[in-house]
């Protein structure tokens, strides 16, 4: 049982779990999940552990699944059979509040509080737990997601919709959490905020050493920021690959026909510029 | 122009138990509201009957909801003892309160299902219990809403206030009512514009409230919520700030007559030093009810009421047994007292014009039973549904061609104007001379006798001061000299005010 720890992170292993379960690199472990809206299978019944510090992105069309997948990791869906790990415990265990307040969460509607201003929407989190960030801490924040310090007094209606949605990053990042989940974080910003915002968010986890999960139906903003693709439809996952591996042609039909778009996208611009320049 | 602002000036009491009971009544109601509709907002089904329900109480007209409370809290005694009133302040305090809830309910389930979604998603995501979520979120972002709701509900509350006078509830409603009652414009005036200037003021405020709330400006709300917490400062010292006295509440039913006798003892009591109150407008069942449970102390009421209303008979014995019997009957079912006569009958009767009586040639009511099919029959409020009536009816085989409620002064106008053709007129009232009027003769004796007795609460049978100060007016106000003073309230030009009345009464029987 003496494993090596890798990773500064406690994981217990209780009776009834195999040791490939609570793997020390795994943070989030689904096993066997399933969804079921009436009807409806969301989510159709799969394993698949992330490892702690990687960029994982969720991609697939509108229904597949990915959001539901993810929200199942802190709490805002539950699974209708199955289980989802999250740090080695059971996250149906935990009481949601507390689970979430360690995991940050940014998602498409962004969800500023009108009634708050910068400085109180960033520092919500730690407010829920009873303390109070400093203004040096919420400067820090704001220079995290490259806003203006002075920003902190300003209203969340006083402000742009990708400036809004730097401050819905920085305000998932206040509470140093260990997960970050994104649900189509970037879906709303214009294309040059959405790349530069998009950027910043990986080096931002690189500096952390965060372990994130967005979900996004862009198969080209997947390839450019994740080290690891997953590819939903119908509720399954039907590849696993690196964007390495992606663009090598991998992957299956399906995760090839959303590499296709980006990439004929590319090829069109570069055909373009080439023609171009021979003019 | 005088009368008027004088008329509004002595309004002092009743304005701050107005503000008073308005205020408790739209408190209980948001204490109710607000937990029922976050509740509702977290379940459909219970928001759907909570809505439901609170529509429903709208539909019933103000009115009958005060006057519903009445049986409520009385079958409610057997629950919570003798002590539970049953009129004034507590019943309209519940009726106004469930009228109140509908507006803030209705604006607070709406403001949650309104809240937008994605906010509520990042409320959850930052990882708030519901109890963080409602506090630091869904409460905030109502609140403008909700106070737009409460804003409704108080303007509905300080106008339906008024009408909590009719069970016997001190309110703007009392120079209303009495007005009404005795043709005194000036006082119905002064009445309504006082409680029409309360509800402009409270809506102002709310509205400087609602405003500070939406536009976050935390002075403006605080500077608006510490204006009405000032006005119920005020009425709460003007109320009970004087130190509480030994208070007798007299009683009077809603005619000029029981305004003017209410007055003449309380203008005795007082020159005994007694802090007195009025509790105007009652109606004849509830009058009687107030006075033998104890929430009114004085009464002036008619033997012949008593006789078929309250102890249900149906025969009509000689004066002296009905009396006694009365006496008896008051001791042994509740233990109140009847002091004795006030010396005068005011019967129910039929009236018609001289006039018509002399072309039709009519004495009696059986004469009237011949022609009463193409005739018109006018009564107060209460006279079709009472036992005397139907007493007097089946005696006679009377069937009008119409029956017709008017309010006791707008009957004789209808004799008048010829909208009625026969009145159930009261023998003490001074219109009957004035306009000429014939009281039919009863050759059957179907009308009881209607001696006017006082009636004193059980809670101060035993009263020794307060009886001794009572009995000088025992016996002492003839017929003649009530028909007076009722006439000098009644008449259209030239009114006295029942308290001026009452004095000119009491010089001329010499008290």
Redesign the interface.
Same mark, same amino acid.
């Given at each position: 049982m003496a494993l090596p720890l890798a990773f500064p992170r406690v994981v217990s292993i209780k009776r009834g779990e195999t040791i490939s379960d609570t793997l020390p690199d795994s943070v989030i472990h689904f096993r066997a999940v399933t969804r079921h809206f009436d009807d409806v299978i969301a989510v159709g019944g799969f394993s698949l552990s992330v490892a702690a510090g990687s960029f994982v992105a969720l991609v697939g069309a509108s229904g597949s699944g990915k959001s539901t997948l993810m929200k199942m990791v802190?709490g #805002?869906e539950q699974p209708t059979t199955g289980q989802v790990m999250f740090a080695g415990e059971d996250v149906s265990t935990q *009481? *949601?509040?507390? #689970?979430?307040?360690r995991i940050g969460?940014v998602?498409q509607?962004?969800?500023?509080? *009108?009634?708050m201003n910068v400085a109180e929407n960033i520092g919500?989190?730690p407010r829920?737990s009873g303390q109070r960030l400093s203004d040096g801490r919420v400067r820090e924040l704001l220079e995290l997601v490259e806003l203006d310090a002075d920003m902190a007094s300003r209203m969340p209606d006083e402000l742009s919709g990708g400036q809004r949605q730097r401050v819905g990053v920085a305000?998932a990042l206040a509470n140093y959490p260990e997960l970050l989940l994104m649900d189509e974080p970037f879906g709303a910003l214009d294309p040059i905020t959405r790349d530069a915002l998009g950027g910043r968010v990986r080096e931002l986890h690189d500096k952390f050493g965060l372990t994130t999960i967005m979900v996004t139906h862009d198969m080209a903003e997947a390839l450019l920021l994740a080290d690891r693709v997953l590819v939903m439809d119908a509720g399954l996952i039907v590849a696993d690959e690196t964007p390495a591996a992606l663009l090598a042609g991998k992957g299956g039909e399906i995760a090839q026909g959303l590499v296709a778009v980006p990439r004929a996208q590319a090829d069109k611009l570069a055909r373009m510029e080439r023609e171009g320049s021979r003019s | 122009m005088n009368g008027f602002w004088n008329a509004l000036m002595g309004l002092g009491p009743q304005l701050s138990a107005h503000v008073l009971l308005s205020a408790s009544a739209i408190a209980l109601g948001i204490l109710v509201a607000l937990p029922l509709a976050v509740w509702a907002s977290r379940s459909p089904p219970v928001a759907r009957v909570t809505l439901g329900f609170a529509s429903l109480v709208q539909t019933i007209p103000a009115l009958a909801l005060l006057a519903l409370f009445f049986p409520i809290l009385l079958s409610l005694r057997a629950v919570f003892g003798e002590g539970l009133p049953t009129l004034g302040f507590l019943p309209a305090l519940l009726a106004l309160a469930l009228y109140a809830l509908l507006p803030i309910l209705r604006n607070a389930v709406t403001a949650q299902a309104n809240l937008d979604p994605g906010v509520l998603e990042a409320a959850d995501g930052v990882g708030m219990t519901k109890w963080q979520k409602l506090k630091l979120i869904e409460a905030p972002l109502s609140a403008p809403f909700i106070m737009a709701g409460i804003r409704t509900a108080s303007v509905w509350t300080i106008g339906a206030a008024t009408l909590a006078t009719t069970i016997g509830q001190p309110s703007l409603g009392d120079p209303i009512f009495a007005g009404l009652q005795t043709q005194n414009w000036v006082l119905v005036l002064a009445g309504c514009f006082a409680s029409a200037g309360l509800a402009l003021i409270t809506d102002a405020l709310l509205g400087l409230i609602e405003r500070g709330m939406a536009s976050r400006k935390r002075g403006l709300a605080i500077g608006g919520m510490a204006a009405v917490a000032l006005g119920i400062a005020a009425a709460l010292f003007a109320q009970f700030g004087g130190g509480e006295r030994d208070r007798i509440l007299i009683g009077a039913k809603g005619f000029s007559e029981q305004y003017v006798l209410a007055r003449l003892i309380g203008q005795r009591l007082k020159a005994k030093g007694y802090a007195v109150e009025y509790r105007d407008g009652l109606g004849s069942a509830v009058a009687h009810s107030a006075v033998s449970s104890g929430d009114i102390d004085l009464l002036v009421d008619y033997t012949g009421t008593i006789w078929a209303n309250q102890m249900k008979r149906s025969d009509n014995p000689a004066r002296e047994q009905m009396y006694a019997e009365i006496s008896e009957w008051e001791q042994q079912t509740s233990g109140t007292k009847v002091l004795g006569r006030m010396g005068f009958e005011n019967a129910y009767g039929l009236a018609v014009r001289r006039d018509v009586a002399d072309a039709r040639n009519l004495n009696s009511i059986a004469d009237l039973a011949n022609i009463a099919p193409q005739l018109t029959i006018g009564g107060d409020p209460e006279f079709f549904e009472r036992p005397e009536w139907i007493a007097v009816r089946d005696a006679y085989g009377l069937r009008f061609g119409q029956n017709r409620n008017f309010a006791p002064t707008f009957m004789y106008n209808a004799l008048r104007s010829g909208e009625a053709d026969a009145i159930s007129a009261y023998t003490s009232d001074g219109r009957i001379a004035a306009d000429n009027l014939v009281v039919l003769d009863d050759p059957a004796g179907a009308f009881p006798n209607y001696d006017a007795i006082l009636l004193v609460s059980p809670d101060r049978a035993e009263d020794a001061a307060l009886l001794s100060a009572l009995t000088p007016v025992i016996d002492t106000i003839d017929v003649d000299a009530m028909r007076e003073a009722n006439y000098a309230v009644d008449r259209d030009t030239d009114k006295l005010t029942p308290d001026e009345a009452a004095r000119m009464l009491a010089t001329r029987v010499g008290l």
């Amino acid at each position: 049982m003496a494993l090596p720890l890798a990773f500064p992170r406690v994981v217990s292993i209780k009776r009834g779990e195999t040791i490939s379960d609570t793997l020390p690199d795994s943070v989030i472990h689904f096993r066997a999940v399933t969804r079921h809206f009436d009807d409806v299978i969301a989510v159709g019944g799969f394993s698949l552990s992330v490892a702690a510090g990687s960029f994982v992105a969720l991609v697939g069309a509108s229904g597949s699944g990915k959001s539901t997948l993810m929200k199942m990791v802190n709490g #805002l869906e539950q699974p209708t059979t199955g289980q989802v790990m999250f740090a080695g415990e059971d996250v149906s265990t935990q *009481p *949601p509040a507390k #689970l979430r307040r360690r995991i940050g969460y940014v998602f498409q509607s962004i969800g500023l509080f *009108p009634h708050m201003n910068v400085a109180e929407n960033i520092g919500i989190g730690p407010r829920l737990s009873g303390q109070r960030l400093s203004d040096g801490r919420v400067r820090e924040l704001l220079e995290l997601v490259e806003l203006d310090a002075d920003m902190a007094s300003r209203m969340p209606d006083e402000l742009s919709g990708g400036q809004r949605q730097r401050v819905g990053v920085a305000r998932a990042l206040a509470n140093y959490p260990e997960l970050l989940l994104m649900d189509e974080p970037f879906g709303a910003l214009d294309p040059i905020t959405r790349d530069a915002l998009g950027g910043r968010v990986r080096e931002l986890h690189d500096k952390f050493g965060l372990t994130t999960i967005m979900v996004t139906h862009d198969m080209a903003e997947a390839l450019l920021l994740a080290d690891r693709v997953l590819v939903m439809d119908a509720g399954l996952i039907v590849a696993d690959e690196t964007p390495a591996a992606l663009l090598a042609g991998k992957g299956g039909e399906i995760a090839q026909g959303l590499v296709a778009v980006p990439r004929a996208q590319a090829d069109k611009l570069a055909r373009m510029e080439r023609e171009g320049s021979r003019s | 122009m005088n009368g008027f602002w004088n008329a509004l000036m002595g309004l002092g009491p009743q304005l701050s138990a107005h503000v008073l009971l308005s205020a408790s009544a739209i408190a209980l109601g948001i204490l109710v509201a607000l937990p029922l509709a976050v509740w509702a907002s977290r379940s459909p089904p219970v928001a759907r009957v909570t809505l439901g329900f609170a529509s429903l109480v709208q539909t019933i007209p103000a009115l009958a909801l005060l006057a519903l409370f009445f049986p409520i809290l009385l079958s409610l005694r057997a629950v919570f003892g003798e002590g539970l009133p049953t009129l004034g302040f507590l019943p309209a305090l519940l009726a106004l309160a469930l009228y109140a809830l509908l507006p803030i309910l209705r604006n607070a389930v709406t403001a949650q299902a309104n809240l937008d979604p994605g906010v509520l998603e990042a409320a959850d995501g930052v990882g708030m219990t519901k109890w963080q979520k409602l506090k630091l979120i869904e409460a905030p972002l109502s609140a403008p809403f909700i106070m737009a709701g409460i804003r409704t509900a108080s303007v509905w509350t300080i106008g339906a206030a008024t009408l909590a006078t009719t069970i016997g509830q001190p309110s703007l409603g009392d120079p209303i009512f009495a007005g009404l009652q005795t043709q005194n414009w000036v006082l119905v005036l002064a009445g309504c514009f006082a409680s029409a200037g309360l509800a402009l003021i409270t809506d102002a405020l709310l509205g400087l409230i609602e405003r500070g709330m939406a536009s976050r400006k935390r002075g403006l709300a605080i500077g608006g919520m510490a204006a009405v917490a000032l006005g119920i400062a005020a009425a709460l010292f003007a109320q009970f700030g004087g130190g509480e006295r030994d208070r007798i509440l007299i009683g009077a039913k809603g005619f000029s007559e029981q305004y003017v006798l209410a007055r003449l003892i309380g203008q005795r009591l007082k020159a005994k030093g007694y802090a007195v109150e009025y509790r105007d407008g009652l109606g004849s069942a509830v009058a009687h009810s107030a006075v033998s449970s104890g929430d009114i102390d004085l009464l002036v009421d008619y033997t012949g009421t008593i006789w078929a209303n309250q102890m249900k008979r149906s025969d009509n014995p000689a004066r002296e047994q009905m009396y006694a019997e009365i006496s008896e009957w008051e001791q042994q079912t509740s233990g109140t007292k009847v002091l004795g006569r006030m010396g005068f009958e005011n019967a129910y009767g039929l009236a018609v014009r001289r006039d018509v009586a002399d072309a039709r040639n009519l004495n009696s009511i059986a004469d009237l039973a011949n022609i009463a099919p193409q005739l018109t029959i006018g009564g107060d409020p209460e006279f079709f549904e009472r036992p005397e009536w139907i007493a007097v009816r089946d005696a006679y085989g009377l069937r009008f061609g119409q029956n017709r409620n008017f309010a006791p002064t707008f009957m004789y106008n209808a004799l008048r104007s010829g909208e009625a053709d026969a009145i159930s007129a009261y023998t003490s009232d001074g219109r009957i001379a004035a306009d000429n009027l014939v009281v039919l003769d009863d050759p059957a004796g179907a009308f009881p006798n209607y001696d006017a007795i006082l009636l004193v609460s059980p809670d101060r049978a035993e009263d020794a001061a307060l009886l001794s100060a009572l009995t000088p007016v025992i016996d002492t106000i003839d017929v003649d000299a009530m028909r007076e003073a009722n006439y000098a309230v009644d008449r259209d030009t030239d009114k006295l005010t029942p308290d001026e009345a009452a004095r000119m009464l009491a010089t001329r029987v010499g008290l």
